[in-house]
Structure formats: structure tokens, C-alpha cells
């Protein structure tokens, strides 16, 4: 911990946030989930149904990003790709895998659809998330 | 032998601490929670349903990282060791079996104000799973020294914040960007003959 501080001696404002930052993310007793494991609610808990959570640390260690964030059109931004059912049984975004051919197909609904009800989209234990506590993207 | 005699010990003691631990108010680490103990089970963890059936089905973070390198934050997985190492074989593509990735081996030093050490991107880690375009297009120019940013921007999610803080290891984990010492720096950003 001293060493850390010496570190930052002579910038009080990064200093000051990276204690902020560093403090919560190890002293945060609420934080739970895996890092990374992405929420959708754009549309799930209006429709009636439980938010998506997409482990975003299982699909990694599957598929380089490049297969998702380049060929697939998926955003870096949670929520921002507004993927919906009517596209993934169309063959986009997740349909392009979960299809029944390449992976489970979408009649597997609790698997996507697992998140507590009203969970809102964000990506879990997100420094952003952490940060900004409260407020879930 | 001994160890197990150790392990018979050690059970014996076991009762005894827990009921310790909860009245005791000193226990070791008082508001840290260690690593093992923070990630809970899918069931547990906060944001799966536990009624949803089926839940059994998918798996633990904790089985998914067990034979994988370790790293002090995030998923506590060193990502680029599993790789480089082979402990997982991402697919490169999902439309192109046959496509493999072109890593480029080109560091980039970044000279850093005040007395953290420099930033050294390694362009080689990055290419490993991303393409060109992912980055340079709407969030990094392709032309030294012309992106400005600061810690500020990284934590609140900008430039390097949008992978490093949500799914690639936190910005915690500060040597790994803060590397270069800064003397050394001096002489490595002089294009190498």
C-alpha cells in the first residue's frame, strides 16, 4: 500500500482517484458477479420476461473479439448493439452461433434469459460501474 | 503422513475458528475480501435469478479459471499468458475456420507526467485478438503522440477504459501499462536503425 502512494506523490488529482478506485473495487463487499458478465434489459423486463446475461468471460475464451465485435457488428457499449429476439432468430448477433448448429439454439430461453428481474443493463463490476455506484450505465 | 496429520489437525480446529471468526472483532482481513471468497456462485452472486431453472447448467466462473494462469484483478485470469500458452484457443473468426489473426509486434511508448513510469503499448497483445479496426476508427488515431489522454478518461471508461475496466483486466493492475521505466524510454523512442 506505501509503495502506492509513493507512486503517485506529486499528482493529487489522479492520486486521489486511483485511492478512491483502488479502495473500492478491493474493499467492495457487494461486488459478486464475474468481471465482465455483460446485462441486457433494453427490452426484457418491459416484454415481460428476465434480463439476458451474456458471460462475456465464457464467450473469450471461445472466439477472439474480433469474431463478435468485428464480424457481428456488436459495439463496445452494453446495450448499444439493441439486439432483440427478432434478430437473433433472424441470425444475427447471438443467432449467429446459438442457432443449433454452431451452439445451443435459441428454444434454450433460461439460459439467456437468467438475470434477476429488473436488473438493468450494465456490464458487471465495471470500474465505470464501480465508480459511478448507483448509477448502472 | 505428516500432512495428513496436519489435515486431521486442521479439521479439528475448523469448528472452533468459525465460531470464533464471527464473534471475534479481529479477524485477519477486516474489510478485504480475498479473491477466493469474492466471487460467489452463479446462484449467489447477485445478478442471475436464482429460480431461474436450469441455472445448474452454466457454468462457474471458478471451474472455467481453474487450470487457467492467474492475474491480480478482473477475472484474476492472465488472458495473454492463456493464450500465448495455449491454456484456450479462442477462434479467430466465427464466419472463417481457416482465418487466423496477424499479430503486429510494434510497441508504443508513451511518455507519462509526473513520476508513474511511461506507458508501453504492446500492439502485439492486442492484435492477438482484435483486428485494426476495432481501435483505430473511432477511438484511437493511427499516428504517435496524437492521442491525448489522462487516468481520468481511462477510469470513466474512455480510450483504453472501454476494454480495460469491463472485460480486460482493471486499470488496478497499473504496471502492467506502466512499464517502461523512464530513462530507458529516452533512448527507446528513437526509431531503432
Not at chain 1, 486521489?16 to 455483460?38: H, K, P, R
Not at chain 1, 457481428?72 to 457499449?77: A, E, N
Not at chain 2, 466462473?61 to 493464450?83: E, H, M, Q, R
Not at chain 2, 491525448?148 to 474512455?158: D, Q, V
Request: proline share 6%.
Amino acid at each position: 500500500m506505501k509503495a502506492i502512494t509513493l507512486h503517485f506523490k506529486g499528482n493529487g488529482l489522479i492520486a486521489c482517484m486511483a485511492w478512491a478506485i483502488t479502495l473500492l473495487i478491493l474493499f467492495s463487499s457487494s461486488a459478486q458477479a464475474e468481471y465482465g458478465d455483460v446485462v441486457l434489459n433494453n427490452y426484457s423486463s418491459d416484454a415481460g420476461v428476465r434480463p439476458v446475461i451474456f458471460p462475456h468471460w465464457f464467450h473469450r475464451i471461445r472466439y477472439s473479439c474480433k469474431s463478435c465485435h468485428s464480424e457481428l457488428g456488436i459495439v463496445f457499449k452494453a446495450g448499444a448493439s439493441k439486439i432483440d429476439m427478432a434478430k437473433i432468430v433472424n441470425g444475427e448477433y447471438c443467432g449467429a452461433c446459438h442457432n443449433g448448429v454452431v451452439a445451443w439454439s435459441v428454444e434454450n430461453c433460461d439460459l439467456c434469459h437468467s438475470a434477476a428481474n429488473d436488473m438493468p443493463t450494465q456490464v458487471h463490476m465495471s470500474t465505470r460501474q464501480i465508480l459511478l455506484k448507483g448509477d448502472a450505465k | 503422513m505428516r500432512f495428513s496429520l496436519v489435515l486431521l489437525f486442521l479439521m479439528m480446529l475448523a469448528p472452533v475458528s468459525t465460531t470464533l471468526a464471527e464473534n471475534d472483532p479481529n479477524p485477519f482481513n477486516r474489510l478485504f475480501v480475498p479473491p477466493k471468497e469474492r466471487i460467489k456462485t452463479l446462484k449467489d452472486d447477485g445478478v442471475h435469478d436464482p429460480q431461474v431453472p436450469g441455472l445448474d447448467l452454466l457454468q462457474q466462473p471458478a471451474d472455467a479459471f481453474k487450470p487457467l494462469p492467474t492475474s491480480s484483478g478482473g477475472n484474476y485470469v492472465n488472458w495473454v499468458t492463456a493464450l500465448r500458452t495455449g491454456k484456450i484457443k479462442p477462434r479467430y473468426s466465427q464466419a472463417d475456420p481457416k482465418l487466423e489473426a496477424m499479430p503486429m509486434d510494434m510497441f508504443i511508448v508513451m511518455e507519462v507526467k509526473g513520476s508513474m513510469p511511461n506507458v508501453s503499448f504492446p500492439h502485439k497483445a492486442h492484435t492477438e485478438w482484435l483486428e485494426c479496426t476495432n481501435c483505430h476508427g473511432e477511438i484511437f488515431v493511427p499516428k504517435k503522440g496524437a492521442n491525448r489522454m489522462t487516468m481520468a478518461e481511462i477510469m470513466l471508461g474512455g480510450k483504453c477504459g472501454i476494454c480495460h475496466g469491463s472485460v480486460a483486466f482493471p486499470i488496478t493492475e497499473c504496471r502492467r501499462c506502466h512499464s517502461e521505466a523512464k530513462q530507458a524510454a529516452k533512448t527507446s523512442t528513437k526509431p531503432k536503425k
